[in-house]
């Protein structure tokens, strides 16, 4: 897969183009992408790409989609999402399915108003999941345009933020289950799900579970859909934002499956360690709408009244979890910080959605994706030389400020803390035989910024782990769990750098970590050369170049 968006196919022994798989050895996968009413995108400069891999499967290569998104993008009517397979010998297409439904196919009505026909995007970026024996394809569904308001596209919106179950020889639809309702929260499906086979109640299940941006684990019956513990649809609370139209309920899965906080509760969850510190924190509390729900809705943010509504921040993103197939033990990296949206009503000329991420009485600051930056055509070195506005300015003029710290960074801030408690990240293991969470523990050093703090000064602060452990993947061995820090530390015990952590995958005991020069960037990798085994890691960040790291374990 090229990042032109081309699926390539090459000889395995000498790397040769294979002339026959699709044209000379070519399948243009921006043929066939559309947007609006299903206009053809153009080939050259058209939206959309993959950030995962294809996924080969017997003689089928399916291929995902992923587009720009966030929370200040140019237009609603983006490319739309859609999924393909092709025959992996010719490059010729099997199926396709269409991720936002056109007329006549399922879904269709949940886009009220014709609204499928000018909103884009909900893509498959993440790894797509096969099982081979059921010929089942299990697809993760991400947001659609925009990702804070809804307003240009009323109704439920399938098959966002669902996940999605194909037959792989046909591409039909077998069943689904949307995680969130009219989606406004950017809670897209955001890892790959894993497959799983355990045994509940003295019976046998093909489940496939999905950890999830807000802190639930979601299990199905892998075959039937059902899920293997009852998910409630509840009421939440409803938009006051002009023009949106919110879901009057939303799945709630049981409490047991929720393995890193996704409601943050006043002022019990605030951060304690001094007095000062959690009067400074109530206060703050007074400038943001809080709820006792993930689902609290985005809402108009102004400097003169509340700067916006509290909700999760991401427990676990793209990296996603590891299953044990002995024990039936998840395990999941956890972030457990809030997040924070507000919306601002749009500039002219800056986009076509009625209202981005925002707060009236700050200057407008576009919110570039973490793709956006640098292709080789942008005309831009490095992300300080992306615009604050499209056009405002030219590369190498001034950078846009930045978001105040409050909203971004890991949550709300109290004089550089985070105005909750710790931990801030963790490692969280859940039993899927009993839908239970076995054990959470702190990831990663305390942070600088907090154990050098002066507030704290003379304070014994416990570990606690670090937020962004939400992007950190990890690799479950015979006896262990293993998974990078997500930031850089300097404590007592060791020098500046991060830690490579082993976890016994029993009790969640740290039973050991190396020192590594930079973060984890990649999922760890594990395996055995002539008897002795070996750990693989990448690591990258800052002013720290990309590459693998191998460590052998003692024989």
């Known amino acids: 897969m090229t990042t032109g968006y081309r699926l390539i196919e090459l000889n395995a022994k000498n790397g040769a183009m294979v002339p026959t798989f699709g044209e000379n050895g070519v399948v243009d996968l921006k043929k066939g992408a559309v947007f609006g009413k299903g206009q053809p995108i153009d080939l050259e400069t058209g939206e959309i790409g993959l950030h995962a891999t294809p996924t080969v499967i017997k003689d089928v290569v399916i291929v995902g989609s992923s587009f720009k998104e966030g929370m200040t993008v140019v237009t609603h009517n983006n490319t739309k999402g859609l999924v393909r397979a092709f025959d992996v010998k010719t490059g010729k297409l ?32 993440n790894q797509i999941t096969v099982d081979e024996d059921l010929g089942l394809v299990y697809l993760p569904v991400e947001t659609p345009t925009s990702d804070y308001y809804g307003g240009h596209r009323p109704g439920n919106n399938l098959f966002a933020e669902s996940l999605v179950c194909l037959d792989l020889k046909t591409g039909q639809r077998k069943w689904h289950y949307q995680f969130v309702h009219h989606p406004l929260w950017n809670f897209d499906m955001s890892s790959a799900p894993i497959l799983a086979d355990i045994t509940v109640g003295g019976r046998a299940i093909k489940a496939v579970a999905v950890p999830s941006k807000q802190a639930w684990l979601y299990v199905f019956d892998r075959v039937t859909g059902q899920p293997v513990w009852p998910i409630e649809e509840r009421p939440v609370p409803q938009t006051d934002v002009p023009g949106e139209k919110t879901s009057p309920t939303q799945p709630h899965p049981p409490d047991k499956l929720r393995y890193a906080r996704n409601v943050f509760n006043v002022p019990d969850d605030l951060v304690d360690f001094t007095p000062e510190l959690r009067a400074a924190a109530i206060e703050r509390t007074k400038q943001y709408r809080w709820a006792t729900t993930p689902f609290n809705p985005p809402m108009l943010g102004d400097v003169k009244g509340l700067l916006g509504a509290i909700t999760v921040g991401t427990a676990t993103n793209w990296p996603g979890g590891g299953f044990d197939p002995e024990t039936h033990i998840l395990y999941a990296p956890a972030g457990n910080t809030p997040g924070v949206r507000s919306l601002v009503a749009t500039p002219p000329k800056f986009s076509d959605i009625r209202y981005i991420t925002g707060v009236a009485g700050r200057p407008i600051v576009e919110v570039w994706g973490p793709g956006d930056c640098c292709a080789a055509d942008s005309g831009f070195k490095t992300r300080a030389d992306l615009p604050a506005t499209p056009g405002a300015r030219p590369p190498g003029a001034p950078a846009a400020p930045p978001p105040p710290a409050e909203e971004g960074g890991g949550g709300l801030n109290i004089q550089g803390i985070p105005i909750v408690k710790p931990p801030y990240g963790m490692l969280a293991a859940i039993d899927l035989d009993r839908g239970e969470v076995l054990f959470q523990v702190p990831h990663g050093d305390t942070p600088d910024n907090i154990r050098n703090n002066p507030a704290l000064k003379g304070l014994n602060i416990p570990k606690t782990g670090q937020a962004g452990t939400s992007g950190v993947g990890l690799v479950v061995t015979k006896t262990l769990v293993v998974m990078g820090d997500p930031q850089i530390t300097t404590t007592p015990e060791h020098p500046r750098g991060a830690m490579l952590r082993a976890y016994d995958k029993k009790t969640g005991q740290q039973v050991g970590a190396v020192l590594m020069p930079a973060i984890q960037s990649g999922t760890p990798m594990t395996y055995m050369v002539d008897g002795k085994q070996y750990l693989m890691v990448a690591v990258s960040g800052g002013n720290y170049s990309g590459e693998y790291i191998a460590y052998s374990l003692p024989n």
Do not use: H, V, Y
Request: no cysteine.
């Open 94 to 125: 099997l199926w396709t399915f269409n991720t936002i439904p056109r007329p006549g196919e399922l879904g269709n009505d949940t886009w009220e108003g014709d609204s499928w026909a000018a909103n884009g995007n909900t893509g498959i970026w």
